[in-house]
């Protein structure tokens, strides 16, 4: 049942970024998600370390089944606030960095947008401040509830999208920042709800 319950929790994030790009392009276009894939592309050793990071704690809070949850809830609380951190300064840095590092990435002719970049390190931040709350839950049996609140993000998230796109006429640069808005939403649930 555990299994189970974590392996319906992982397919939640790639779920929840196929909705986002459907919408993305049935509001905007193909064209719109080529610039916002670039950056998520550009950004992805950042998102890959964060999610490393990740499962290192999950084992860590694995070998520490007995400790008290407080003790690791602030643990949780202090690893998200620097992994997050670490998130944004990477993210920053890569910003900079685009007018070097983004011709390596997509080729001289197609320009990564700074914008989307910055969209797509705040979801690195975003996952930063989700995973350890989630993955002491998920190691404290609240894998359930930490599944139910990734759902409420994976139709919030898309739903937002699709109203700030189709109805707002926002830009499709706010794709990411919406997705991390979820994320970040989904964490304070989870510290909240999954590790009462």
């Excluded at 719109?32 to 992805?44: F, S």
């Excluded at 050793?45 to 003790?71: C, H, I, K, N, W």
């Amino acid at each position: 049942a555990f299994g189970l319950w974590r392996g319906a929790q992982v397919t939640l994030t790639p779920a929840i970024q196929t909705a986002a790009r459907i919408v993305v392009v049935a509001v905007l276009g193909a064209s719109v998600l080529g610039h916002l894939e670039a950056g998520r592309i550009y950004m992805a050793p950042a998102m890959l370390a964060v999610q490393g990071f990740g499962s290192y704690l999950f084992a860590t809070y694995a070998r520490r089944a007995d400790a008290p949850l407080s003790e690791l809830a602030r643990l949780a609380g202090r690893s998200a606030a620097v992994l997050s951190l670490g998130a944004l300064a990477l993210g920053g840095l890569a910003v900079l960095l685009v007018p070097v590092l983004g011709p390596v990435v997509s080729g001289a002719s197609f320009a990564i947008d700074r914008v989307v970049v910055l969209g797509w390190a705040s979801v690195a931040a975003a996952t930063a401040w989700l995973q350890p709350f989630a993955s002491l839950a998920a190691t404290r049996g609240a894998q359930r509830r930490v599944f139910a609140i990734r759902l409420v993000d994976a139709v919030a998230a898309p739903a937002a999208l699709w109203v700030g796109l189709a109805w707002l006429g926002l830009p499709g640069e706010v794709m990411p920042f919406v997705l991390a808005a979820g994320l970040v939403l989904a964490g304070a649930l989870v510290r909240l709800l999954g590790l009462a």
